[in-house]
């Protein structure tokens, strides 16, 4: 008879050491860790990318009102050739926007002054200025008329990650991760 009872010399006890269930513990935290690193990283990527493709279509109405010298808009919209109306606290921007020449000073898009169409970011990165601020204006001179915009751009499950692209009157536009703005995520 062998030591642990067995009668069979090849015969092994089926378990595990504590040192084998440390290491095992260990790897399987790593990978935990790693996941919800990468999972961080791909959120701050939405986030800074949706901030810089807004940042990239506001410098474009804004150069093209140079260019033409005609007032250049930016508005949200859901269907590519209108505007959103006015609704709610916000002006949701997250559906899409277009930007456009206003040639003959209506207000709206006419499909041939459509310049560029953006899809939007889908329902994971929301983006929203204040009611007041349904749309961005570019002059010929390059200002933005009216007040300050800011724009909060965030991700829907955490919006303490926000980024914020303000635009000044002097047309320049800028992203930060603090604002003064009330428009905020939550």
């Known amino acids: 008879m062998m030591p642990n009872g067995s009668t069979d010399p090849r015969r092994r006890d089926a378990g595990v050491t ?3 269930l440390l290491i095992a513990m260990s790897i399987a935290g790593a990978v935990a860790l790693t996941g919800a690193g990468l999972s961080r990283i791909g959120q701050e990527t939405a986030i800074t990318t949706a ?5 990239a279509h506001l410098a474009l109405a804004r150069s093209e009102a140079i260019k ?3 007032a250049v808009r930016m508005c949200p ?3 590519g050739a209108e505007c959103l109306a ?3 606290d916000y002006t949701l921007w997250q559906h899409g926007w277009l930007v456009y020449a206003d040639a003959d000073a209506n207000g709206r898009p006419d499909p041939a002054e459509i310049l560029r169409l953006h ?3 889908g329902d994971r990165v929301l983006i929203r200025t204040s009611r007041s601020r349904p749309a961005v204006s570019y002059q010929p ?4 008329g009216g007040s300050t915009i800011t724009f909060a751009v965030c991700d829907a499950r955490d919006p303490e990650r926000a ?9 320049r536009a800028r992203v930060s991760r603090t604002t003064t703005s009330n428009v905020r995520c939550r």
Do not use: Q
């Open 77 to 79: 919209t859901t269907d």
């Open 141 to 144: 001179t390059g200002t933005a």
């Open 18 to 20: 504590v040192h084998e």
């Open 51 to 55: 901030a810089n493709e807004l940042v």
């Open 68 to 70: 033409r010298r005609v």
């Open 119 to 121: 899809a939007g970011t």
């Open 163 to 171: 980024r914020y692209v303000t635009i000044s009157n002097t047309g």
């Open 86 to 88: 006015d609704g709610g």
